[in-house]
């Protein structure tokens, strides 16, 4: 079984300043990793995502996340927050079975960027 | 490119009704996974279609059903409704399952 923990389910930043949202994942398997954004009234937006490889992912507008299998962090930041970060962050796991993968979500983290 | 499709937008249903939500897959997408997001919480995954079948299924009661046509739209049917089922459903597509998948906007179902 696999689930995803965020912490903090609404985080408050200054713009300009660093965005840390963070994500710990429990999966029995090697983990495929992702984090979404969802606008208000609107669908879910691949940010970025972890296979293989490099655990450095970077991601769009500026986003970033680091894979650290020993302490299973999925972290997401960006040094400078913008106005229009402002929206909701969803920490996503999965694992390939019979022959698909199916997502496992966090509950969400509210972004509040303060100007 | 149009995207993941999904209609329609906003629905209201009686308690013990039927509904049926509609998706059309990004053009090249041969997959449709289908996800319930509850206010205030993440999407959970109901489940997946692929070549017309369904792959894989989290966990949600029977009254839950889907159907994928060849064109790989897909269809999720909810029967006898309750209240708890009020939530956005989410679409997503994907090529084989294991790509990234890209989601439409989603059938806000309220109801009452």
């Known amino acids: 079984a696999q689930s995803v923990t965020q912490l903090g389910s609404h985080v408050s930043v200054s713009e300009g300043a660093l965005v840390l949202l963070r994500c710990n994942y429990s999966?029995?398997?090697?983990?495929?990793l992702f984090w979404y954004v969802q606008y208000p009234n609107q669908g879910l937006q691949l940010l970025l995502k972890?296979?293989?490889?490099?655990?450095l992912v970077k991601g769009i507008n500026g986003f970033e996340a680091e894979f650290k299998k020993s302490e299973t962090s999925f972290h997401l930041t960006k040094p400078s927050a913008h106005m229009s970060d402002a929206a909701e962050y969803f920490c996503?796991?999965?694992?390939?079975?019979?022959?698909?993968?199916?997502?496992?979500f966090g509950k969400g983290t509210k972004l509040s960027v303060i100007p | 490119d149009a995207g993941v499709t999904q209609s329609p937008t906003h629905l209201i249903k009686t308690r013990g009704q039927q509904v049926t939500l509609r998706c059309s897959p990004k053009?090249?997408?041969?997959?449709v996974s289908w996800y319930q997001q509850a206010l205030g919480q993440g999407p959970q995954f109901i489940f997946q279609?692929?070549?017309?079948?369904?792959?894989q299924r989290g966990n949600f009661p029977d009254r839950f059903s889907g159907h994928q046509f060849p064109n790989y739209s897909s269809e999720l049917n909810v029967n006898a409704l309750l209240l708890g089922d009020s939530a956005l459903y989410l679409c997503?597509?994907?090529?084989?399952?294991?790509?990234?998948?890209?989601f439409g906007q989603g059938t806000r179902l309220t109801v009452v």
């Open positions: 997503a597509s994907s090529w084989g399952g294991r790509s990234e998948a890209f």
């Open positions: 999966s029995s398997v090697p983990p495929y």
């Open positions: 972890y296979t293989t490889g490099a655990t």
């Open positions: 996503a796991v999965a694992y390939s079975g019979a022959g698909s993968y199916q997502l496992t």
């Open positions: 053009s090249g997408h041969d997959t």
């Open positions: 279609y692929y070549e017309e079948e369904e792959r």
